[in-house]
């Protein structure tokens, strides 16, 4: 997998050397794991005796797959100081120019890299200076205090990428999510039928 | 703490036990109070009595969402506090004592294991917390603050941290020994990260190292010789050594046995437990103990040796209930309690009944048959043993012999005084709030006649009534006499509450009512003249007041309705589902605009808060206080409040309720009735708010507008009656108020459930001081003014004012404590004393002289700090006692 990005005259790559981690990914897949362990934590042969009980672990299995899908179509809304942080920049060779900021998540079934290019801003003209919030992509404009120093965003550069396997990963886990939901309404309604008139 | 004013709140649990399905267990640092977590996200305490009872004391509500897991916060007797953190991410701080929330805060990722650790260096001892869970860091947080000081990071295939556990090694280092979910054992320095990092700074791993075990639940480390890990999956388990992690003693998998924990219980010896419940003790072959010659022995062969012997097992309690989820079971050490007392080792069971179960692990590990439980209760057992049971709001208009009916459905209609209450028969009973919360409160000859006060009662559901909706107290668009009920026979009724008929029946729906909704200012005409119902099949209806027919029907959602929104100048109904999925609601037309799903939707609700106009957000706070009240939801209502989480027990939604009665216009409202729901299928139970500081103000105006008593001129009379009638809702709360104040002992019996202890006054000394607060404030307002008794010679305007001097007293005998008796004895026989008097010799009696009556040991003073948070209350009468309070208890 490798992504090049020219904004003028800039050609970078992936590291080989270095591996990328997905957060996002991993997270999502931890979820349908736990997911996974619910649903089978029961013997096969185990007999439910309440609906009470399957709705309270289809409830919990609910929440898991939800977060899966979650983790993957909500990525996490990153102020630009967090992002200075993440050292983004030293994962390109030959490494990035010191004023690029770059952001990479998951989103839906899309990998998606964004590049900053930010540029000092003059302490005397910061009157109207207004720090942006946590977003997960930022337009041209906006504007980050680290350390000490005003930055603004003067180019935001966004390039995308479809990943076959996660549009599966999301199809099969929203029918998963429908499935459960279903069941789940149906026991409710045996459930509130059963308990009101025996 | 945080609200403005002084409010009281007092429960009425009504006749069922909360439904408290317990998911997280701990035994405090005081070693007698019980904290249980439970999936609804209350905690209970519960307090181990040394005659081996367990009562239950308190119900904390403050997480929104399930308990993962509780960890104690502090070492020490004075700083007795524990940490509880919810399935949403929350966290909180609490007092074991007094349970008051003393620290909150809220991250985006789930903990699902606290850890205490107390480094004690260089004489400082600082109390830390290791937190792992849905991310791949250890975060050490203070104890004090719960912010983040460090965090552990791994650089080899980091991962989910799922059980953790501190290892003292040799070299006086501390070390962090952690397993992940995909099966990494990962060692950190901890004594690096605590003392030679700067804040922030991350610290990666040290070793990092692959076995073969997924699923871990379980790390622990034998506390008596530090050489062995006990490690839990949910199909084997195994006994490391904690130098090289090399295999000393294992299991195969056992079918049809999930393992949930273990814990080293003496040198060699260990109890573990599975996902059913049940325990066993086995003793660990010698080559796992390392003052053995044979330590060591088995590395690498120690599949082929005969694992663990069974020492003995214990007895699961029986169940009369089938549980809804697995049992959580916890071990407890030996420690000695206060005067060197040796308390055993606990092994605690809690499952989804809300039933707790102890066993006494024997001394010597030796058991010949199997453990049996030594005590059991639960909350359900607790709540039939209390006589009288606990009160419920309307309980004495049922009629039928087993029991009040269940509510399941309450509003309370402030501008009104009136309190509906929908019941799971289908009938709706409209009575008069604070006559009805006077007969729980107050023993008086009309406790005896069933029926009373007068009320109305309204029959038309066929099943349980699920919400109830008053639109005029949101808007004034609306008919005043409209009553909206939503039922389990998927029906909404619209009742006319002047003549009690029904005026019309909407069925549009296929499920459940769950909700009844009215639509914000700014929407069309005939939008303006609906209200918005919600039902279990996920669909969304409008339904016209006035034409009297359902003008959309948004039914295409796949989930749950989770919120419904507006957007009144695009002419939108905004619907957010459950799985997170937004529906875009056309409606005049009732077309489905759009559906969207992520970051979208997220924007789209935003929007929809922002899209209100600046002129209109003053009164914002208000209408999403009140749709939280409409909705009758806790989870609403803490989002209307969401600052002010930040407090104590059942106070938490007393400052709540505070805080947004200032925001409300008319601030001097005395009492406010909230219904409560504990679990999701649990009946309601009711909070009364008595605000303290309004009824004074209401008490003063009334006092001032009073004519002289001696005036006999009718229209004056009737100027007065008139007065009395519209001020109704004062004179009652008065006797709520003064019940508040007076009936320590009765009041929390209901206020927390539990009181047959003898020293209830310390229940917890927040409340407590509160109530001392108020009642003296009370009292002294009284004083103050001309006509301040309930007697009926002196009073005989208002009957319904009038019953009880002599029972309230009684009250008092009972509730404050008995050494008392005389001294009120003397107050109420001397009657004809002037009134002032008596009132002042009340006040006296809790301000000066309850320490002295009550006994060192057993008077607990006022808490100082909230004392002087009070010091500059707005209301006078508060300010003024609040000094002198003060000065008494710091002399």
């Keep these: 997998m490798k992504l090049s990005k020219q904004s003028q005259p800039l050609h970078t790559f992936f590291r080989e050397d270095k591996r990328w981690k997905m957060q996002q990914i991993q997270d999502a897949g931890n979820h349908l794991h736990l997911a996974l362990q619910l649903v089978s934590s029961r013997d096969k042969k185990y007999i439910f005796h309440t609906g009470a009980e399957v709705n309270k672990l289809m409830e919990s299995v609910l929440q898991q797959l939800n977060r899966a899908r979650n983790r993957l179509t909500i990525p996490a809304a990153m102020t630009l100081p967090d992002l200075v942080n993440t050292n983004g920049a030293k994962m390109f060779n030959p490494p990035l120019p010191s004023d690029v900021l ?97 | 703490m945080s609200g403005q004013s002084l409010v009281i709140p007092i429960v009425l649990w009504g006749r069922q036990a909360p439904s408290h399905c317990v998911c997280s267990v701990l035994l405090a640092e005081d070693q007698c109070t019980l904290i249980t977590g439970c999936c609804d996200g209350q905690l209970c305490l519960w307090d181990l009595t040394t005659d081996h009872q367990i009562v239950p004391r308190a119900l904390l509500f403050g997480h929104t969402a399930a308990i993962t897991c509780l960890c104690r916060a502090g070492q020490g007797p004075d700083r007795c506090c524990f940490v509880s953190a919810a399935d949403n991410g929350e966290m909180c701080l609490w007092d074991v004592s007094d349970g008051r929330c003393l620290e909150f805060s809220k991250l985006a990722c789930t903990h699902t294991g606290i850890h205490y650790y107390n480094s004690g260096t260089g004489g400082i001892s600082s109390n830390r917390l290791l937190c792992h869970g849905n991310y791949p860091e250890v975060l050490i947080m203070d104890a004090a603050s719960l912010g ?157 040796r005969e694992p663990a012997s069974l020492l003995y097992k214990t007895v699961t309690p029986p169940c009369d209930k089938e549980l809804l989820c697995s049992p959580v079971l916890a071990y407890f050490p030996t420690t000695f309690g206060s005067g060197g007392m040796h308390l055993p080792q606990l092994l605690i069971w809690g499952d989804s009944s809300g039933r707790l179960a102890v066993w006494q692990l024997p001394t010597d590990h030796m058991h010949a048959c199997d453990l049996p439980v030594s005590i059991v209760t639960s909350l359900a057992t607790y709540f039939k043993s209390l006589n009288p049971s606990p009160a419920g709001i309307i309980d004495q208009l049922s009629t039928s012999d087993k029991g009040p009916l269940l509510i399941t459905a309450s509003l309370y209609l402030a501008g009104l005084g009136q309190l509906a209450c929908g019941r799971n028969d289908g009938s709706i009973v409209l009575v008069p709030a604070t006559q009805t919360a006077a007969i729980q409160l107050l023993q008086g000859p009309h406790t005896a006649c069933r029926g009373w006060p007068p009320h109305r009662v309204l029959h038309g559901h066929t099943g349980s009534v699920s919400s109830l909706l008053y639109p005029r107290q949101l808007y004034q668009r609306y008919d005043a006499r409209w009553l909206l009920s939503g039922g389990c026979d998927f029906s909404v009724l619209l009742w006319n509450m002047a003549s009690g008929e029904a005026l019309h029946s909407f069925c549009v729906h296929g499920g459940e009512i769950t909700q009844l909704l009215v639509p914000p200012e700014g929407c069309s005409v005939r939008v303006a003249q609906c209200v918005c119902s919600v039902a279990a099949d996920h669909s969304v209806a409008l339904l016209s007041l006035k034409e009297r027919r359902c003008i959309m029907l948004a039914s295409r959602h796949l989930f749950p309705v989770h919120l419904v929104k507006w957007r009144p100048l695009d002419d939108y109904l905004v619907v957010g589902c459950s799985d997170g999925s937004v529906y875009v609601w056309q409606m005049e037309n009732g077309v489905l605009d759009r559906c969207v799903l992520g970051i979208g939707a997220i924007q789209i609700l935003q929007g929809c808060d922002e899209a209100i106009p600046a002129g209109e957000t003053a009164g914002l706070p208000a209408v999403n206080l009140k749709q939280a009240m409409a909705r009758r939801s806790l989870a609403a209502l803490k989002h209307a409040a969401h600052s002010k989480l930040q407090t104590f027990a059942t106070n938490l939604l007393t400052s709540g309720a505070g805080e947004k009665d200032a925001n409300r216009k008319h601030v001097n409202q005395a009492l406010l009735v909230q219904a409560l729901r504990s679990g999701s299928a649990d009946p309601l139970l009711h909070v009364l708010f008595i605000n303290v500081e309004a009824l004074i103000i209401q008490l003063l ?83 103050s003014m001309t006509d301040a008794t309930f007697l009926p010679e002196n009073n005989n305007q208002d009957p319904s004012r009038s019953q009880q001097i002599d029972t309230g007293d009684d009250l008092i005998l009972n509730s404050t404590q008995r050494p008392m008796k005389q001294v009120v004895l003397s107050a109420a026989s001397a009657m004809p004393i002037p009134i002032k008097e008596g009132w002042s010799q009340l006040a006296a009696l809790h301000c000066v002289m309850l320490p002295e009556l009550l006994g060192p040991q057993r008077f607990k003073a006022p808490l100082l700090e909230m004392l002087v948070k009070r010091w500059q209350d707005r209301c006078l009468e508060v300010m003024l006692l609040l000094r002198k309070c003060a000065a008494e208890n710091h002399r």
Aim: net charge neutral.
């Design chain 1, 102 to 198: 770059v952001n990479f998540y998951v989103h839906h079934n899309k990998l998606c890299l964004i590049l900053y290019q930010v540029h000092p801003l003059q302490t005397n003209l910061n009157k109207n200076f207004k720090a942006a919030g946590g977003s997960v992509c930022h337009s041209p404009g906006a504007m980050f205090e680290y350390g000490g120093q005003k930055f603004e965003v003067s180019h935001a550069h966004k390039v995308e990428s479809t990943v076959a396997w996660l549009n599966q990963v999301l199809l099969y886990t929203t029918l998963a999510l429908q499935l459960s939901q279903q069941l789940r309404d149906k026991v409710s309604v045996f459930e509130n039928y059963w308990s009101k008139h025996y």
């Design chain 2, 148 to 304: 983040i000081l460090h965090s552990l990071v791994s650089k080899i295939s980091p991962d989910w941290v799922t059980t953790l556990t501190v290892l003292s090694s040799p070299g006086g280092h501390e070390h962090v020994v952690a397993v992940t979910l995909s099966g990494y054992i990962k060692v950190w320095n901890l004594t690096t990260a605590l003392t030679g990092l700067q804040e922030g700074e991350p610290l990666c791993e040290e070793e990092s190292k692959p076995i073969s075990v997924s699923d871990c639940v379980c790390l622990t480390v034998c506390p008596y010789s530090h050489r062995c890990l006990l490690l839990i999956s949910q199909f084997t388990w195994r006994v490391l050594d904690s130098g090289d992690f090399s295999l000393l003693c294992a299991t195969g998998p056992e079918p049809g046995k999930g393992w949930a924990g273990g814990e080293f219980i003496a040198p060699g010896v260990i109890l573990l437990w599975d996902e059913e419940g049940g325990a066993w003790v086995y003793r660990l072959p010698s080559s796992c103990s390392p003052n053995s010659k044979h330590f060591r022995s088995d590395v690498g062969r120690v599949l082929e």
């Design chain 2, 701 to 783: 105006t009334e006092e001032a507008a009073h004519p002289v008593v001696g005036a006999t001129s009718p229209e004056s009379l009737h100027k007065a009656q008139g007065l009395l009638q519209r001020s109704g809702l004062a004179g009652h709360a008065i006797r709520g108020g003064r019940k508040a104040g007076d009936l320590l002992q009765q009041v929390k019996d209901t206020i927390k459930e539990n009181i047959k202890v003898n020293s209830t006054h310390g229940v917890s000394r927040s409340v407590t001081t509160q109530h001392l607060l108020s009642f003296i404030s009370l009292a002294n307002t009284l004083m």
